[in-house]
């Protein structure tokens, strides 16, 4: 817990000095004022996060984090859970979705092993910190112990801070995890107040029976455990799991030290929640890739006060839609750094 703490007290305002010179510059740059619409807002605020009026995102990574979910046992995936470990193979092989995406904007892709069933041998590229072999069946009972709750932020963090060592100026999170809009669903409720059949959705390609079955697991699950919403380890460790955790941590981390974050999909927003229920003020560090299309999605942002950078109907996770909006990032401070004033144009 000392660790989780030292963190969440390094979290800083954003840097208002930095804004306004960044906003002064970009007001006289070679351009209608607002004709580049919401690039201009984002290179402001990206400038506030970084703390630095001309902020450059030159070093990105995408954390992938992967874990199994004993709530698979309940039948709400199409998928066998076996799916989650041959992903992450597939991740260190570099063919899966993530990596083209982020090879397009020139990310590294950090692959973490947080729980996955059956666990794997040292590989290179893979990262093991394993909580358990996926968490237990939180439609019983909790998902894990508080400890274990607090153990996958505090990877997270440890994760996120290896990264900064190496050199990073934005990061995107990504997941894997078969089953994992199941909890994600149950923190969005838990966290939002929200109905519980207004924040599940379909995940893999469920059928409506299936999805009514699903609805039906999450209540059941919030009944068992009733977890509390104002206390975000509470609501991970019953309803939660543990690559959700660990990228609470990763964002914690990432914005303790003034590094923009990229949100992915549904179950990066759910880790958004932990976070920003353990620290508010991390809010302002976040930026939403896009708006998955999962229907609880939309109540996450809305509930944080975010608005996407893209819509396009993606559900696939893993970071994709993070990595695209990453480039959109870029592009925001390209232009605030590179283009022209009226004074220097002359």
Known sequence: MERLEEVLSQIKPLDEKAMQAARLRQDNLTKPRGSLGRLEGLSVRIAGMKGSPRPKLEQKAIIVMAADHGVVAEGVSLYPQEVTRQMVLNFLAGGAGINVLARHVGARVVVVDMGVVGGF?????????????????????????????????????????????????????????IGNTTPSAAICAAITGRPVEEVTGRGTGLEDERLRHKIAVIRRALEVNQPDPNDGLDVLSKVGGFEIGGLAGVILGAVARRIPVVIDGFISGAAALIATRLCPRAKDYLIAGHLSAEPGHRRVLEYLGLEPLLSLGMRLGEGTGAALAMGIAEAAVKVLNEMATFDEAG
């Open 121 to 177: 041998e040292p590989r290179p590229g893979l990262i093991c910190r394993m909580i358990d072999f996926g968490t237990k069946n939180m439609a019983r009972g909790p998902a894990m112990t508080r400890q274990q709750a607090l153990e996958a932020v505090e990877a997270g963090i440890e994760v996120v801070e290896a990264e900064v060592a190496k050199g990073l100026d934005i990061v995107g999170t990504g997941d894997m995890g």
